[in-house]
């Protein structure tokens, strides 16, 4: 069900990170639901949670352990998102995180448990516990292809890219997988991504890095307007390259390493929403020449989340009325419909509020049966454009969400 | 497809007020489109109108001809909602109430407009104009049922409600009529509803009364949170009962009066939800013990618009995790999951942010079933209640909305 998405064929290692994947059973089918990332010595690492007020134990969990900054292990499992589950879910998730702190010599809080999957259940905490001896010794240099497949839930394909590039004559690697497909919302810390990097960077710099990146990439995509309870994006930067070691955003290679990591948190965020639960369409959401960046976000969200303008894609239906009705509930103080022009791919269907002279409905409906659609609009009263990434509305999303328990 | 709604079978008529109705040809298939309003001499005319800022034509004409207060007739067609058409929109909406006007010899800004339909097409405003003559000739004492029915759009069934009670010994009529299905949300003046009385009001107060009225029963509708360019509510108090004239608040009738309208507007706005576009469930929300009504609109709107949580009522699965994640993103500032209990109908599901003792799946799914549902979320914070009612996301909606237009 993919739009134009392919899973990743190979991702590339990242010196000072070693990852494992396997089966503790949580699924009825045969398919690994566990992972491991083994960080090195000297990282450093970021995170990025969920602004859900009803965020899952795992969550509660990892926001105290990062405050040490000693991060050692990451554990993720699909299959039970260990949230609403009260003491006994945070209980259980440190209790894995002390078994492993067990196996592997470091303090129970230098790991970081993330959970994606049905919420209410209690975790099999007793099935991971004893898949984790396997998974620890399982540690090789690069399993991130087997990782990327372990964290999947409703998606379809796994979701990964590596980039490799030279800052001052240093290859520098980056790789980061992701799952995510429903409960997809931009008003979050993100869905469960993990990115690595081998450049040397300290650890308030890698934040700063990591609070862009997400803002403008997972921030930025809709499936459904449903935040998640146990959304997290991660970033580690194992230091173990030869380049020296970036201490602040004055430095001048900080550009460079921010804009690589913010092209591969886009690829994934937009891998999410090509892979949305039910999507036929991938489509990107230009709001150009707003007078602030508030009023793109409230324009986008509040198309991205329209189930008629959704529907109105997935009919192939250029029907702008739609459109039009969702950018004027917005609450964008005093917008004008006379100065607005909304666009399709090249073809403007909107001018000044009213329809465009010489459009017809052929050359709408023509862009729509396209599988990547570009809907631009033009508010004609600032100078900030911003994009946005988002789906339409099939009857396979509510077959999904209809059955999913089931 | 509505749930538990059949249409009415007698609307009482209203002293001071004529109705017609007739057919333009604005649809495809016979049936009517065009439905007539004609109130007499010393009546008081309130309305509440859509708060889109891309306001369709008719709404801009009708909040200029209100503010005359002294409306004569009410025209609305179905079929073409004459918004995002600009200039030629506004004079096709002033040519119909300059036509009205000439052939009825009041002036042509004591006629409002409306119109409800596809968004984006100019109004067939030569086809309309051919057939208010039949329309004048044809005003009746009671055509209610024809009015109700030729205001419909995507609705299944014609909704409209009478009451009648005594006022200090005078026998009282409200008779409301009312159409919407889709592109239905809380934030709005509503969509196109029309509720005459006899009662004997001054405008200022009848202003409040609406007011009060829309803001407890067609603002806490919402169906897929998307709200029309066209919606209004009108009451009409014709003043031909031989009751006192109400001039102010402090009036002792007026409590009375404004909890009869009130119950009116609430089973029109009801109507409108067991109506919904695809629904099989009718869901009342109830917020209980938040701190203030904006806590309790907050969270209904997360609810009643989650993709999520209305797929799970549409497959009668007590998927309360997705509860949860709704209530836990919709930005209540301080909100301790510790203290929110949830209920299904009388079954406790979460009690305290964790599943209630002895909660078992089989007693939510026993609920689900039925076709009318009350899902609670006690706060446990504050001293404020409020109810809300919306319905589930069904494959009905999706192809409904798929295929509108084509």
Known sequence: MAVKLSPPENLLAVAG???????AGLYNTARDDLALFAIGDGAAVSASFTSNRFYAAP?????????????????INAGNANAGTGERGIEDAVNLCKTIAGQTDCDFDSV?????????????????????????????DNNWLGCAKAIMTTDTQAKGFSEQFEIDNH???????????GMINPDMGTMLAFIATDANVDKAVLDKILQS?????????????????????????????????MTDSDDH?????????????????QA?????????????????????????????????????VKTAFYASDPNWGRILAAIGRSRIAGLDINNVCIYLNDICILENGVRAVGYTEGQGGSVMQEEEILLCVD???????????????????????????T
């Open 213 to 245: 990146c997400v803002r403008n990439t997972f921030n930025r995509i809709c499936v459904d307007g449903d935040t998640s309870t146990n959304d997290a994006c991660v970033l580690i930067a194992t230091g173990k390259t030869s380049m020296h070691r």
């Open 171 to 181: 290859i520098i690697t980056v790789t980061g997988i992701a799952k995510g497909s």
């Open 272 to 308: 999410i929403v090509r892979d949305a639960e039910g999507a036929t369409k991938f489509i990107t959401i230009q709001i150009k020449n707003a007078r602030n960046e508030d009023e793109c976000i409230k324009i986008a969200d509040a198309l991205s989340t329209s189930p008629l």
């Open 379 to 405: 508010l004609n009263r600032g100078g900030v454009s911003n994009e946005f990434w988002t789906c339409d509305l099939s009857h396979e999303y509510v077959t999904i969400n209809a059955e999913y328990r």
């Open 112 to 140: 970081l448990p993330f959970s994606t999957g049905v919420i209410g259940e209690y975790l099999p905490v007793d099935k991971i516990i004893d898949t984790l001896p396997a998974l620890v010794s399982g540690l090789s």
């Open 253 to 269: 290679t900080y550009t460079l390493l921010e804009e690589k990591i913010r092209d591969l948190c886009l690829k994934l965020a």
């Open 17 to 23: 990170l070693q990852t494992a994947s396997g089966s």
């Open 59 to 75: 969550i509660a969990v990892a926001k105290e352990h990062i405050k040490r900054n000693n991060i050692r292990y990451l554990l």
